[in-house]
């Protein structure tokens, strides 16, 4: 029974619907993988109640849902070469400007967080841009910094502390990230 099409940050497009009429959650499943086709003249009618999600999915990124979360505030800092190409191919439509200057914009969102959009944030966050316009790593900062919600910007810090601990050559530091990652994680873990 499908419902919706969506198209995920990647450009693939997913029919969202229902296996049968008593389904509770819904079914993604990615055009790409269909192998072929087979039209039948079997229809079926619309169920009121399994709408809800169509809300759901409106209120995040990417097309997996997470079942009882609601939309959060996301402010991110951006590169000034970044904050371009965001403005070109927004993350979500809830995306604004909250400010901008010559260094730096930060964006603000309404969404419901899932492991797409924390997936697209670390995808992103690791390129910046020359005049070029030329990929290049930066050597002083990622493009990308998560300002909030609090829980997110303490889920990069500790992803980030986690990679920085695999390649750090000094052992004496490795050491002490490690303690601080082997403490108690501050926030819920999140789902992704």
Request: charged share 30%; net charge neutral.
């Amino acid at each position: 029974m499908p419902y919706w099409m969506k198209q995920n940050s990647y450009f693939r497009w997913y029919i969202i619907g229902f296996e049968k009429e008593y389904s509770t959650f819904p079914t993604v499943i990615g055009l790409d993988k269909i192998k072929s086709i087979l039209v039948d003249k079997g229809k079926f009618d619309r169920i009121p109640k399994l709408e809800k999600f169509k809300e759901d999915y409106e209120n995040q990124f990417g097309v997996y849902i997470y079942e009882g979360r609601n939309p959060e505030i996301v402010r991110i800092e951006v590169t000034r070469f970044q904050a371009k190409y965001l403005k070109s191919l927004p993350l979500h439509p809830s995306q604004e400007i909250e400010s901008e200057n010559h260094e730096a914009t930060i964006f603000k969102y309404k969404l419901i967080i899932n492991h797409e959009f924390a997936y697209e944030l670390l995808r992103q966050n690791i390129w910046n841009f020359n005049l070029n316009m030329l990929a290049f790593p930066h050597p002083k900062r990622t493009a990308i910094k998560v300002l909030e919600p609090e829980w997110l910007v303490d889920y990069f810090h500790h992803t980030y502390k986690r990679a920085y601990t695999a390649y750090a050559e000094n052992l004496e530091v490795r050491e002490k990230l490690q303690k601080e990652i082997d403490n108690e994680y501050p926030f819920d873990i999140p789902v992704f």
